[in-house]
């Protein structure tokens, strides 16, 4: 009776681990439309922590003025950008389509086609005949693609719509977390602490520097090249700034840099005719294309020194699992585990051998083995 009193009770065991895991992933299941832009509030809080309790230093030591603050800093920062560009994409398009359907413009004539073996006079043939239609001769070409290419529009569109949910949970998220930071941080600690005793407290604080690296390292540095650059654009008269600002930020964040869109605008004014500013705007757009290569570094060790093949890979693998949001959950991710990695690699000191003593372990083993 005492030894059974003793041993395990496998059923209990069994349908406890059962319930247990039945209830995770029910919770999963419903938190599921919360987790990304919980998870980016998450990341938008830890990495301008340290700005805020600057901010409620100045203002009198109230924490509802600086979460004030710093949620108008957080629409000023991603939620005007956003409307400014769907604003601008708007009023474009509009006049874009009617100048293309009206007929008034006109393509080259490319007459070398003509010259080509084989292909060349159909190819001349088909051409010049959509010259001569225009803008409502290209449409009447494209028209029956236009349902092929609807659903895709539309499959766009509802990234888009998922893209601005999350971004409206990462405000409302951000609010309540600068609201109650300390708590939430202390409640992280502690369960981190009960599952990994000391070893859990650091990888809280590990993944925190490196959340604040890639915050302070890519971010920051895409928004600081977006905006010189789309100063630089706007000063330049070119039209159009404020989407190609965007454009820039969204390139530099995915480590393309603003030179794909400032070059473009350069040789435009040079063909234009506007060589003034054409060189001004060249000048200023190589201050901006090689100022992530002072800022960034510099950035990136405030909070960790991490490689920059790690945020890149995070960056366009990121891109591809979660779109636009992944632009900034895929570096952490990545540069998280990467610094846990490095912290358990490194909290027992590896062996100090040379590579001949390796060898000779190797081959004594090899020999025992042999003789057995």
Known sequence: MKNAQKGWDLPQIVFSLMFITLLIVASFWVVQPFVLGFAWASMVVIATWPLMIKIQHLLWGRRSLAVLVMALLLILLFIIPVALLVNSLIDTSRPVIAWATSGHFRLPE???LN???????????????????????????????????????FA?????????????????????????????????????????????????????????????????????????GGVGLALSGIPYATILTVLMILACLVQLGPLVVL????????????????????????????????????????????????????????????GM????????????????????????????????????TVEENRERNNHA
Request: aromatic residues 10%; positive net charge; glycine residues 12%.
């Open 156 to 228: 766009q569109a509802g990234h888009f719509g998922r893209f601005m949910l999350h971004l409206g949970l990462m405000l409302l998220f951000s609010i309540l977390l600068y609201w109650r930071g300390e708590q939430v941080g202390q409640g992280i600690r502690h369960f981190a602490f009960r599952l990994a005793s000391q070893r859990g407290d650091a990888s809280v604080l590990l993944a925190g520097q490196a959340i604040r690296a890639v915050a302070l390292g890519v971010v920051v540095t895409a928004l600081v090249q977006g905006v010189l």
């Open 263 to 322: 070059i473009p605008a350069i040789i435009w004014l040079y063909w234009s005719g506007d060589t003034t500013w054409g060189t001004v705007l060249l000048i200023w757009s190589c201050v901006v294309g090689t100022l992530d290569n002072f800022l960034r570094p510099a950035l990136i060790r405030m909070g960790a020194d991490l490689p920059m093949i790690l945020i890149l890979s995070g960056v366009i693998g990121g891109l591809v699992a979660f």
């Open 325 to 360: 949001i992944g632009l900034f959950i895929g570096p952490v991710v990545l540069a998280v585990s990467y610094r846990l990695l490095s912290a358990w690699i490194n909290e027992v000191p590896a062996p100090q051998r040379s590579p001949h003593e390796v060898v000779e």
């Open 110 to 112: 490319l007459l070398w």
């Open 115 to 153: 010259n080509l073996p084989l292909a060349g006079p159909k190819l001349f043939s088909a051409y010049h005949n959509l010259v001569e239609g225009g803008g409502s001769a290209m449409m009447t070409k494209v028209q029956p693609y236009i349902g092929r290419t609807s659903g895709f529009l």
